[in-house]
């Protein structure tokens, strides 16, 4: 029964990511409207069977856009995640392993920055950087990087005292060897599903990033900022603010399927 | 006393490793503090006038610490663009975020315990699966999308609540709690649904425990069972969640409020940040620091009251 | 008793979400007669300081606060306020006010000639370099002469009455940056940031004809542009300017009159004349043929807006040359050809700087890059915050191209043309041309007006032909208001006079 469910999320989860891997790629390469180009005679158009989403008040083809949309969001996400991981790792692993003084340091710095709402944090080194794709990566992960550190520190904590560390560290191992080959693949499966967690959070991140007016620069779409255009028309063209909405829920439900099957 | 006391010293790290960052990250932007006071007519002496008459141009560091210490003696300084006492520009505002912060969470607790009970209770039922996938759904819904997605339902089809008719708590209180049910809940909803999860999955590992079964056979009801002994165990881990999910809901009502038009700590905030007005961007750091401080002790103790096992000086 | 513990408290918490249910249902509607509603889309987030306020949105709501000796009436002539009558000498060089009798400022004392005398002084001191009111540096002197205040000029200047509308202020005032004290038809009662603005109406105003109407007015902060028509009609707000078309035509027309103007600014592509490929006059040609104002129009405003060929907008009259809007005409090839010439064959990629607030130049942007396109130039939008966009673009000129309106903060063809001659501190598109600086020196200093106005139609046409900038439109203006009020006025100039606006009945 249990499993069931798991696999149920298993599978409808990997569905909905193939289904939003497939539109946003197939979308890509089919002869699609180009996501910027504007036509007046279409503005507003509602959905039909040439324009399948309709078109915005510019004209411009939102199928194009929410495809464009996604996969600059899932781009982001992807980029954010990175990021976060990638030092998350090396502080994670580095203080789990050694502690001592910049163990406590670094982990009260930490703490002290996880308590601290991650999109606040993201928005101030928004106003440092200036507005962008690019800072929005960097402003994102960065603002991710205490909540890896903090999972990898605490696995690393776990597996530093454990008999096969030990082990290896009599056969002369030494600590980079130790830290990479041995401890880091055991700590595989938390990371995996934080990565996923992470992952979700990235995605919603940037929407509400987009969505206030920073990231991804107009024309260029993405799903917040079709979001927030979207508003002065949700009467007369609901279905501008409906697909890109659709999107950003499709792809954090597949994910948070994904990662619902993985936890123990 | 020790917990307190560690909690506080937390909170100070907090606040001081955040605003120093701010602090100095605010003077490596291109905005000049002096230039959006004086505009664009200012000529060179007048700006340098004003930014020595604002000590803008001594080194970072010492600034810093002079706000520090006046912050310390109550004194947030004064808004550069507002040129009031930031005090009263913040404390003004306060009960609007903390409102929607406290209302979010009581819809929260409200819609997920009985949902997470329920479900609970009647796993694998029909009613059961429906309620968790739309559950899922909704949990994937991104707080601003929830509040376009009230707009239209409460304000355009069933015409209950004008967006954007926000009015202010001292002249009409009813008015204003009114206004807020519809931003809350659309904050609360997506947090709701996670809650749901998470009581329902705590619950249901429960139902196998011995005492359950012990508690059964002494011939309680079902209700019994549950609201009596296993709520107690069950309700733990969701407590946690709540408390990081009141950290979220803060963090959240700052794009919430842009979406349905409120004058709360947030877009005080987002506009100060685009003003360059620092004293307010620093003030409201430290008061959104310090709510998120109070939430996590109030988590704590909460929590020694529902499971004496757990006592903060062994933390 | 422990047990039943959380089932109370669950209990408890929905005590008031019911509350909240029922006390929602009773929101009283007070009597409206003598209270009004107005909505402003930015808050005053400025000193209220009538002679150091920058920002525009600031200005219009402070002018129904306070007075100068003279002040614009919405035909963009000049009718006496605090000063009764005034005098210019036949030289332009002397300009003489008499004091209105028992003018009182808002907390009750009367305004007297030192008041007068320290509220210009105050505007044309240099002591911090140059003064409040540029215009000012030409004032030799001030002095009072019995019931009469005197100016004497260095330079003839007969101009000089549009910047006589500067604020009169009380000297005792020892706060003017949060206290606002005016001698206007409304006085100052509260502001609470990011949410509302509010004046009342001053009883003992000098002239009761021209006394506020309405009792009570609150400025309202919009905190979503996006659904502002649900606002209107839910009676939250009464009158608002500027509404953007999508959500006027939203409002129901038997409750709303929808008035329609322009905005009186400059709308353009402005360039960075100093900066490659932008001091080629060529290049900045080949944009101006690659554009279609009407297109823009039909996007931005649903079509309404007027065109504009150079830095003039129609509510100038005279001064305002039409036959500048067919310098260009849309000519795909022509741009390319010009773009060849200039050494440009492939095209080129440039920066639109934008101050993302505001919806109509940023959604101008995303025309004018889909128009440059077609010419293979290619325009990469910059959305900055309004405050970067004030200290980088116009204050520090590090910017490649930025889509603005430029207004005129006096009713004088100058205030328009002055900022593109050479050494002026506002030139930030870094113009340069000798016979531009000539021309503008000629109309400023000539006394006849004929001459004046050809010198300035002459500069209007050196800007157009030399492409200076992109010139696009006079943005169209939207006002909203509820059919219970009326006798709202357009001024040729950013503001909102309240205090002709009465109960309709």
């Given at each position: 029964m249990k499993t069931n469910k798991k696999n149920f999320n298993f599978i409808l989860g990997i569905g909905i990511i193939i289904f939003m891997v497939l539109f946003v790629f197939l979308g890509r390469i089919l002869p699609l409207r180009d996501a910027n180009a504007i036509d007046a005679t279409l503005k507003f158009a509602p959905p039909s069977l040439k324009h399948p989403f309709g078109c915005d008040n510019f004209g411009r083809e939102i199928l194009s856009r929410v495809i464009q949309g996604s996969f600059s969001t899932f781009c982001i996400a992807l980029g954010t995640v990175f990021i976060g991981t990638f030092f998350g790792i090396i502080i994670g692993a580095l203080t789990g392993y050694f502690g001592g003084l910049v163990d406590e340091i670094l982990m009260r710095i930490n703490d002290a920055i996880f308590a601290f709402p991650s999109i606040l944090l993201a928005l101030l080194f928004i106003s440092l950087l200036g507005p962008g794709t690019y800072q929005v990566v960097i402003a994102l992960g960065i603002a991710f990087i205490p909540s890896f550190a903090r999972i990898v520190r605490g696995e690393f904590l776990k597996n530093r005292n454990m008999d096969y560390v030990k082990c290896a560290k009599l056969l002369g191992a030494s600590d980079l060897r130790i830290m990479v080959i041995h401890i880091l693949p055991n700590t595989l499966k938390v990371l995996l599903n934080s990565v996923l967690i992470g992952f979700n959070n990235a995605v919603l991140a940037e929407a509400s990033m987009s969505f206030l007016?920073?990231?991804?620069?107009?024309?260029d779409p993405s799903l917040g900022r079709m979001l927030s255009e979207a508003q002065g028309f949700l009467f007369k063209a609901p279905n501008y603010a409906l697909f890109p909405g659709l999107a950003i829920i499709l792809m954090v439900l597949g994910f948070g399927l994904l990662s619902d099957s993985f936890e123990k | 006393m020790r917990y307190a006391l560690k909690k506080i010293v937390t909170m100070m790290i907090t606040v001081i490793v955040v605003t120093l960052f701010v602090y100095i990250a605010f003077n490596l932007i291109s905005g000049d503090p002096a230039i959006s006071m004086l505009g664009t007519n200012a000529t060179p002496e007048r700006l340098n006038a004003l930014r020595e008459e604002l000590h803008l141009n001594d080194p970072v560091i010492v600034r810093y610490f002079r706000w520090l210490i006046a912050l310390f003696k109550g004194d947030m300084g004064v808004s550069y663009?507002?040129?009031?006492?930031v005090s009263t520009m913040i404390f003004d505002k306060i009960p609007v975020t903390a409102t929607m912060a406290a209302m979010s969470f009581i819809l929260m607790i409200v819609i997920s315990i009985p949902l997470g009970i329920h479900t609970s209770k009647y796993q694998g039922g029909v009613l059961d699966r429906i309620i968790m996938i739309l559950n899922q759904i909704i949990m994937s819904i991104p707080p601003f999308f929830s509040g376009i997605l009230i707009t239209l339902i409460f304000g355009r089809i069933l015409k209950i609540f004008t967006p954007g008719g926000y009015v202010s708590y001292s002249n009409d209180f009813g008015g204003f709690l009114w206004y807020m049910f519809f931003p809350s809940l659309a904050i609360a909803l997506p947090k709701a649904t996670m809650a749901v999860k998470l009581l329902r999955g705590s619950l249901i590992s429960e139902y196998n425990m011995d005492y359950v079964r012990t508690a059964y056979s002494k011939g309680n009801t079902t209700n019994g069972v549950i609201y009596n002994h296993m709520l107690k165990n069950a309700i733990l881990p969701v407590i946690t969640f709540l408390g990081m999910a009141l950290t979220d809901i803060i963090a959240g009502s700052i794009i919430v409020e842009q979406v349905f038009g409120i004058p709360g700590l947030g877009r005080i905030l987002l506009t100060s940040i685009s003003n360059r007005d620092y004293p307010v961007v620093m003030a409201i750091i430290v008061i959104i620091s310090f709510m998120v401080l109070v939430v996590n002790m109030l988590v704590d103790i909460i929590y020694s009251l529902i499971d004496p096992r757990i006592s903060f000086e062994d933390k | 008793m422990k047990k039943t513990t959380l089932r109370g408290l669950l209990l408890l918490l929905m005590i008031p979400v019911l509350a909240v249910a029922l006390c929602g249902c009773s929101g009283d509607k007070k009597g409206k007669g003598s209270s009004i509603v107005v909505g402003i889309p930015q808050d005053l987030e400025d000193s209220l300081d009538p002679h150091k306020v920058e920002a525009a949105g600031t200005k219009e709501v402070l002018f129904n606060i306070f007075e100068g000796l003279i002040k614009p009436d919405s035909n963009g002539d000049f009718i006496p306020a605090v000063a009764q009558s005034y005098e210019v000498s036949d030289d332009a060089l002397t300009y003489t006010f008499t004091l209105r009798d028992g003018v009182k400022f808002h907390d009750g004392s009367t305004v007297t000639l030192q008041d007068v005398k320290y509220s210009i002084d105050r505007c044309a001191d240099t002591s911090g370099g140059s003064p409040l009111v540029a215009a000012y540096s030409n004032i030799k002197d001030t002095q009072i002469d019995g019931n009469n205040f005197i100016i004497h000029l260095n330079e003839p200047d007969t101009e000089f009455l549009a910047y006589m509308t500067t604020a009169i202020i009380p000297e005792s005032n020892k706060n003017p940056d949060t206290n606002p004290v005016g001698t206007g038809p409304y006085m100052f009662v509260s502001r609470s940031p990011q949410e509302n603005f509010i004046v009342k109406k001053f009883d003992d105003y000098y002239d009761k004809d021209h006394a506020a109407h309405i009792e009570n007015v609150t400025f309202k902060v919009i905190g979503n542009m996006d659904t502002v028509a649900m606002e209107l009609q839910s009676g939250a707000i009464d009158l608002l300017a500027r509404i953007p078309s999508t959500q006027a035509e939203l409002l129901d027309k038997n409750e709303f009159t929808i008035l329609e103007e322009t905005m009186n600014l400059v709308q353009a592509l402005y360039l960075n004349n100093a900066e490659a490929p932008f001091d080629n006059v060529k290049v900045r040609q080949a944009l101006c043929y690659a554009i279609d104002p009407a297109e823009i129009m039909l996007f931005v405003s649903d079509g309404k807006g007027t065109e504009i060929g150079s830095s003039m907008f129609p509510a100038f009259g005279k001064y305002y040359m039409e036959e500048l809007n067919d310098t260009y005409n849309q000519d795909l090839d022509k741009a390319k050809q010009l773009l060849s010439e200039a050494g440009y064959p492939d095209g080129f990629s440039f920066d639109i700087t934008v101050a993302s607030n505001y919806t109509q130049h940023v959604d101008t942007a995303q025309v004018l890059s889909d128009e440059f396109a077609k010419i293979g130039v290619t325009a990469n939008i910059k959305l900055v915050e309004w405050d970067s966009w004030l200290s980088d673009v116009y204050n520090d000129r590090k910017f490649q191209s930025t889509v603005v309106g430029v207004d005129a903060s006096s009713l004088t063809a100058s205030a328009l043309l002055q900022r593109f001659t050479s050494d002026s501190s506002k030139n930030f598109i870094n113009y340069s041309n000798p016979a531009y600086d000539e021309a503008f020196a000629k109309a400023k200093t000539a006394t006849d007006e004929d001459e004046k106005t050809k010198y300035y139609k002459e500069c209007e046409r050196i800007l157009s032909e030399d492409a200076a900038n992109v010139y696009i439109q006079d943005l169209p203006e939207f006002v909203a208001i509820s059919n219970k009020f009326t006798g709202y006025e357009f001024y040729p100039l950013y503001v909102q006079d309240i205090a002709k606006i009465r109960p309709a009945d």
């Open positions: 007016g920073i990231g991804v620069q107009p024309p | 663009s507002y040129r009031i006492d | -």
